[in-house]
């Protein structure tokens, strides 16, 4: 029993004949190495996603996020100090150093409040340790990282939305924009932050993206293209 | 044994609704003829650092009776569907975190306790938990004439002589989990765990069936 990509498949469900390319797999979530060669064990259910040369993962649904390195996530301070410590929805709170901030000395550092939001990048994520945030890129550059204005409004998305609204194909957010006038900070841990110019603004961005959630990719694409029209 | 004619071997209708809670990261309402249960999933979250395991998440399982506290029969239900969960589950992703399972009976009219574990399974599924296998539980009771009665109601569970709740992976089909109450003898026993390993073939159908269902308009 062979399983093709593109198919369900299930927790205990063991993937055979993969793709390796100079003898790795990668493997994505939902994916971990099985005893035999060549071989994955599957412990989420979803869609069997595949990416050439060597990629496979899983698209499920999930809800809870897991730290992974290299995540853009919106977080909200939880306690302040030269180490802040933030909550990105993660099983345990990740530190921001008050110095990871572009142009922050010792004197010299970000006025940051508890309850504050910031856009961060995972710089580390690892399993047996607290996952630490950084707001600068290696040329200690901010970007698009730092603190979100507070006028703004914080949501949670499931994980899987996430990835569909950041999908480069999806129309949702273009759609959006014609109408309204608004700025997006989208965590990967799927924490959305929104500011409008008007409260009733985003509002409306809100209710949008909520009722997107419960509808399927095509549905959304019909009804972005009924509106662009 | 020449029970096959007049063995019940039909189960009762099973029901279920994914996601029906918005904070819990996995929820399910799931009923089993009239046997009901609410169960909903948190993980993997903080821990308290006395439950804080190093090298694996701990799983919490919260059995709520629809009543009252939980009293002793309640936390026997507990602890078996604890046994379940944390075999199933790999819990050693998640080191120093844990996995909160909490089950609410709604209506008690028999067998709660395989409504439960398959109430457990769906709603793992449904939070995106890793798990090793699934598992699926089906009843059976057996009455002073030596017939089988497959998911006995409770009706039928208080003039029976035994029941048998098994639950079975869905790998290597194998018992996981085995509570018998009553006097029967081995031959019956084996002829029960027939019975309820051709049943729980029916509830990993089932589980696929509602978890495409519900993927579908979702990814």
């Known amino acids: ?229 | 044994m020449e029970v096959e004619n007049n063995t019940n071997l039909l189960m009762r209708d099973v029901n279920c609704k994914l996601g029906i809670f918005t904070r819990p990261d996995g929820s399910v309402f799931i009923s089993q003829g009239e046997t009901a249960v609410v169960v909903g999933i948190y993980g993997p979250i903080e821990v308290k650092l006395h439950k804080m395991l190093i090298n694996k998440a701990s799983v919490e399982t919260h059995y709520c009776p629809k009543s009252g506290t939980p009293g002793i029969s309640d936390k026997l239900c507990e602890s078996i569907l604890h046994n379940v969960c944390e075999a199933a589950l790999v819990s050693t992703l998640y080191p120093r975190s844990s996995i909160l399972i909490i089950i609410q009976e709604m209506q008690n009219r028999g067998g709660i306790l395989s409504c439960a574990v398959n109430g457990c399974c769906l709603a793992l599924l449904n939070a995106g938990t890793d798990m090793k296998f699934l598992f699926a539980s089906s009843s059976c009771g057996l009455d002073d004439e030596g017939n089988f009665h497959l998911d006995p109601d409770n009706l039928f569970l208080e003039k029976a002589t035994a029941s048998f709740i098994f639950v079975f992976d869905s790998v290597g089909k194998g018992l996981i989990a085995s509570h018998t109450s009553g006097s029967f003898n081995l031959a019956q026993y084996q002829n029960a765990l027939e019975l309820c390993k051709k049943a729980s073939e029916g509830i990993f159908d089932f589980y696929k069936c509602m978890i495409k269902k519900d993927l579908q308009d979702k990814i």
Not at chain 1, 32 to 60: M, Q
Not at chain 1, 174 to 186: M, P, R, S
Not at chain 1, 198 to 218: P, R
Request: aromatic share 8%; with cysteine.
């Open chain 1, 1 to 229: 029993m062979s399983i093709k990509i593109g198919e369900f498949v299930f927790p205990g469900d063991v993937l055979r004949d993969l793709t390796v390319v100079n003898g790795v797999i990668l493997k994505g979530p939902g994916l971990h190495s099985h005893e035999e060669p060549n071989c994955l064990l599957v412990t989420r259910a979803g869609i069997l996603c595949f990416k050439s040369p060597n990629t496979y993962w899983i698209d499920g649904q999930q809800k809870r996020y897991y730290p992974k390195r290299g995540d853009l996530v919106v977080g909200i301070i939880k306690k302040t100090g030269n180490i802040c410590k933030v909550d990105i929805g993660s099983s345990e709170l990740s530190s921001l150093s008050m110095l990871s901030f572009e142009g922050a000395t010792k004197k010299q550092k970000p006025d940051l409040q508890v309850g504050d939001i910031v856009y961060a990048k995972l710089l580390s994520a690892h399993r047996e340790m607290e996952s630490e945030l950084v707001c600068i890129d290696s040329y200690y550059k901010a970007g698009k990282l730092g603190p979100l204005s507070n006028d703004g409004f914080i949501m949670n998305i499931s994980l899987n939305f996430v990835n569909r609204i950041l999908d480069i194909n999806c129309p949702l957010l273009k759609t959006l924009g014609q109408k309204y006038v608004f700025e997006i900070a989208i965590g990967m841990n799927g924490k959305v932050w929104i500011n409008a110019k008007k409260t009733k603004d985003i509002l409306n961005l809100m209710n949008a993206l909520l009722a997107a959630e419960q509808e399927s990719n095509s549905n959304i694409i019909k009804a972005c293209k009924q509106y662009a029209s």
